[in-house]
């Protein structure tokens, strides 16, 4: 079984999209999957066709087992099939409630790791989404994951925020001991540093082409400045993947399905097929 968290302490980077495309790919190899949404705001439970608010159980009730006074569920009592075939550990907004309970004990950083075990037979993959934050549920996702993905995009993310995640890398290790970083980064909404007639970065960017024209020379400026973000995101990772802006995104998510299992030939979708594969690669040669 290999676990993957999915991180970035700002919202808008398509966290929960890579996710979720990524699970539905490794669904689509004939890999068995579950996503653990930790997450408040449950994207990845609607991305899968869930509804929240009709949940009986859920991540909020395996974070509080712990706690005296609360349903002792595990994570095999929260556990939904979803029409994917992707299995779902779901979130509810319930979850805001968790943190403040967790500052209260010792061993609150390897809570997930620990549910995580009831599992460790049943799937091939996990992946972790992990909400916009630095807070208790990113750590949590860190310690148990053996890699981190982390998603970036130019429109929203500058680079000193990688400064900022490696601080919590380092954190973790030196007051956990334990051996977290991140291998991989995916750009995405991208249209970087190819084919000018393409576009630039970021939805808000490409909408801004439509609708506002640029002259040649900012154009070119912008080129510049995405060419060289995306060489300081090289130099900082050792694999890195850039998934295009496509609109079949979010026609996907709107039929709480991943992109593999309704525009897989989409460009988006051929992008997000070769991330499942080189990380099913780097599960084989770990």
């Known amino acids: 079984m290999t676990i993957i968290a999915f991180a970035h302490h700002k919202g808008g980077t398509g966290k929960t999209t890579s996710c979720l495309n990524v699970a539905g790919y490794l669904q689509k190899d004939g890999k068995s999957v579950l996503v653990v949404d930790c997450d408040p705001q449950a994207n990845a439970t609607t991305g899968l066709g869930v509804n929240p608010e009709t949940l009986e ?20 009592d929260v556990i939904v099939s979803t029409a994917s075939g992707i299995d779902l550990a779901p979130a509810t907004l319930d979850l805001v409630g968790v943190e403040p309970y967790l500052y209260g004990i010792e061993n609150r950083a390897g809570l997930l790791k620990e549910a995580l075990a009831q599992v460790k037979d049943a799937y091939d993959f996990i992946l972790i989404d992990t909400p916009p934050s630095m807070g208790q549920f990113v750590i949590n996702g860190l310690v148990a994951a053996d890699h981190t993905v982390v998603t970036l995009d130019a429109g929203t993310f500058a680079l000193k925020g990688m400064e900022a995640l490696s601080a919590v890398f380092g954190d973790i290790r030196e007051m956990l001991g334990e051996d977290v970083g991140a291998d991989f980064a995916i750009l995405t909404r991208w249209k970087g540093s190819g084919d000018p007639a393409a576009g630039t970065g970021g939805l808000a960017l490409f909408l801004k082409r439509i609708f506002l024209p640029a002259s040649s020379a900012e154009e070119e400026k912008e080129r510049e400045r995405l060419k060289a973000f995306e060489s300081e995101v090289r130099k900082a990772f050792k694999q890195v993947f850039t998934v295009p802006y496509s609109p079949a995104i979010y026609e996907t998510q709107q039929k709480g399905l991943p992109i593999s299992h309704y525009a897989p030939e989409s460009d988006a979708g051929r992008e997000y097929r070769a991330i499942a594969t080189a990380l099913t690669e780097r599960d084989k040669k770990t």
């Not at 159980?57 to 095999?76: K, P, Q, R, W």
């Open 57 to 76: 159980l859920s991540m909020y009730d395996v974070f509080m087992s712990v706690f005296e006074g609360f349903s002792d569920a595990g994570i095999t």
